[in-house]
């Protein structure tokens, strides 16, 4: 089976931008989950998906949204850019959404807010 | 705020030591314990997880859970330089879905 795909790999934006990303889960995954890496912070929980409904939500702002649609993709979308939003978004997969299921990451995208 | 604890290391073994990884959390009520492992420039890949207290052996890797103490440990024996990675210790937020709260992560490295 293919893995997690993430796209854009890199993007460079500037102050009060917004922007898109993309996640394709391994196939046959229903639930979907971003993360935010930054090196002060380490990882941090952004949301989960799981059959088209948010599930659960970690602590920012929202600014921060998300989507999944029926084939399981999800985007998520970050609006007003800020340079603090520099950092790694990890997308993840698993299959059935249980608290037990592992979750499969993909490779991130690298967003740069100048 | 439900945390995850870990030394950020760096913890540094000679090649064919045992490396031991620790994590404490704050949530009485978690259940599923994982650790993952992180190399530079790449996106974390899961090496073991957890549920019950005791031990959990696979290959040269052995994972600990110790609910009463809020603590979790990996074992890395016989290391190698391959071996060299951020070890991220991850656990889930609640039982409604698969959010994990990881801790920030200790930086193992292994000299040959």
């Known amino acids: ?3 997690v795909t993430q796209t854009p790999r890199y993007l460079i934006k500037t102050r009060g931008q917004q922007v898109t990303l993309s996640c394709s889960p391994i196939s ?18 952004l949301f989960e998906y799981f059959s088209e409904t948010q599930r659960n939500k970690g602590n920012f702002p929202g600014r921060f949204s998300g989507r999944q649609f029926s084939n399981s993709r999800s985007e998520m979308n970050v609006s007003t850019l800020e340079l603090g939003d520099s950092a790694l978004y990890l997308c993840a997969s698993s299959s059935q959404g249980d608290y037990t299921d592992t979750q499969y990451f993909g490779p991130g995208t690298r967003l740069t807010v100048l | 705020q439900k945390e995850v604890e870990q030394n950020s290391g760096p913890l540094s073994v000679p090649e064919g030591a045992i490396a031991s990884l620790n994590c404490t959390y704050s949530d009485r009520g978690s259940q599923s314990f994982f650790w993952y492992r992180q190399y530079s420039g790449k996106s974390p890949e899961l090496i073991m997880s957890i549920y019950s207290n005791g031990d959990k052996e696979d290959g040269r890797f052995t994972a600990q859970l110790n609910k009463a103490s809020q603590y979790v440990s990996l074992l890395i024996r016989d290391s190698q330089p391959s071996d060299s990675a951020t070890y991220l210790c991850a ?22």
């Open chain 1, 28 to 45: 046959g995954h229903r639930s979907v989950s971003w993360y935010q890496q930054t090196p002060g912070q380490g990882l941090q929980f």
């Open chain 2, 91 to 112: 656990v889930n937020m609640d039982q409604a879905g698969t959010a994990l709260i990881f801790g920030k992560g200790t930086t193992l490295s292994v000299s040959s």
């Open chain 1, 1 to 3: 089976k293919a893995g």
